[in-house]
């Protein structure tokens, strides 16, 4: 069942099918205890009714010394009911013509029997030294219910099929604002994105165009960033390459001149500035992907600190103090390799950024259950605005020469580790970075 339209039906038809079904049966079954007693209570009826008669008719009456021996007088025929009339001597007064031998043999009470092939329903009774009996064929019985059962159902069947096909219409018609939903999107062009109309629509149907409008958006501004993103990569990533290409010729028309060696050196250097990019591109790349990190392993923000301060150049070295302030031992709840990504690109910015030759502090911290880092220096700061726009993509402050992208890779961390980072100048001038994540 492919269609929610079949499956609604068949399952609304089989629900009320079921139910009338069961219905039916139970009331089959109590109707068939009832039929069964109604016919009883007629045999019984019928054999008191016999005994009144006879009572009140002498020449039927047992008479002092009769043994039964005049012939047998035979009572009005009937195809379906019998009825026989002994003396509890043994002689018969009177019976029906249908009625079988040895009918009336019987002790008083209902009793099922089969005589001569042919299972009969009987009730005697005794009285005023008589016996009577009163019988109606079994067979005869079941065709009765068998007609009143099949009376029972066929409304019910023809009411089935008539239903299925009100509930085939009713469902189609529910249906509709779906299908107009379906044909909307089945004729929007590739790139068209603008949300779904919200009127008319009915209560439950609200909510999935809410949401499948919510899910545009979030579409749209994820297409608009990438093509920001790509745009901004481009331009990026055409400056260093456009200088190696001039600094190339500038060597090649140089030949073995002193401008060679100068024009190699500055093709070098934007060599390895076109490599950072591109590195960095591809860790935001991953960090904002589908790829997992989960393979790597957790450490302590001590040794993640330790890492960091190991990878700076030597005269950079010197320029970072760090402080235990209770964090060390904690262990991250994020892979070791990002975490160092991120607090090597805060740390990165605050030497190229701080002051030249100033002190920056790496501080290793711990609050509110989450442990991390924060990172001081002394250099100009920076204004509400320059903050604000800190950790977008290719944003510098000033004429920095970095790609703009080490915030971004740091806010992408965050935000799929559930972790916090902010900037803050500081009273005594610079600014202080704080990162933090979940302990492990």
């Known amino acids: 069942m492919k269609t929610l339209r079949l499956r609604l039906l068949v ?65 009005v025929r009937t195809d379906n009911v019998a009825c026989e009339i002994r003396l509890l001597r043994g002689g018969i007064v009177g019976r029906t013509e249908n009625s079988p031998a040895h009918l009336g043999l019987v002790s008083p009470g209902y009793r099922t029997r089969v005589i001569d092939g042919v299972t009969w329903r009987s009730y005697t009774i005794e009285h005023n030294g008589m016996r009577i009996t009163t019988a109606d064929k079994v067979e005869r019985r079941q065709q009765l219910f068998r007609n009143i059962a099949f009376a029972t159902f066929v409304p019910f069947l023809v ?12 469902v189609r018609h529910g249906l509709r604002p779906l299908e107009r939903i379906r044909v909307a999107l089945e004729a929007r062009k590739p790139g068209a994105l603008h949300p779904l109309p ?49 600094h190339l010729q500038v060597a090649k028309l140089s030949g073995d001149g002193p401008d060679t060696a100068v024009a190699l050196q500055q ?31 957790r450490l302590p923000a001590g040794l993640v600190a330790e890492q960091v301060v190991m990878q700076l150049p030597a005269q950079q070295l010197a320029r970072v103090s760090v402080r235990d302030e209770g964090g060390a031992a904690c262990a991250l709840r994020i892979p070791a390799s990002l975490a160092v990504t991120a607090l090597r690109n805060i740390v990165d910015n605050a030497l190229r950024y701080g002051d030249a030759e100033a002190a920056v502090v790496l501080r290793v911290v711990r609050h509110d259950g989450l442990a991390g880092f924060t990172v001081e220096d002394q250099g100009s700061g920076m204004s509400d605005e320059e903050l604000a726009k800190a950790g977008q993509r290719f944003w510098r402050k000033g004429s920095g020469q970095g790609s703009g992208l080490g915030l971004s890779i740091v806010r992408a961390i965050v935000a799929r580790y559930d972790g916090s980072w902010k900037l803050e100048r500081r009273e005594g001038g610079g600014l202080a970075a704080h990162l933090a994540f979940p302990v492990a």
């Not at 038809?13 to 079954?29: D, E, H, N, R």
């Open 11 to 75: 399952m609304i038809g089989a629900s009320f099918a079921l139910f009338w079904t069961l219905s039916s049966v139970w009331t089959l079954v109590d109707l068939r205890h009832e039929f069964r007693d109604a016919l009883d209570e007629r045999l019984a009826a019928s054999a008191r009714m016999v005994a009144a008669l006879i009572v009140d008719s002498p020449h039927l009456s047992v008479q002092p010394g009769s043994r039964g021996a005049s012939p047998i007088p035979y009572l």
């Open 159 to 170: 009411a089935m099929g008539a239903t299925l096909i009100a509930l085939w219409f009713a």
């Open 267 to 297: 093709a070098e250097r934007g060599v390895g500035r076109l490599q950072g990019i591109i590195n960095q591109l591809l860790m935001l790349a991953r960090v904002e992907g589908s790829l997992a990190f989960d393979d790597d392993e």
């Open 198 to 246: 919200e009127q008319d629509l009915p209560r439950e149907l609200a909510p999935l165009v809410t949401t499948v409008n919510g899910l545009l958006a979030r579409i749209e501004c994820t297409m608009e960033r990438e093509r920001r993103f790509t745009g901004d990569a481009a331009h990026e990533l055409r400056t260093p390459l456009t200088a190696v290409k001039t």
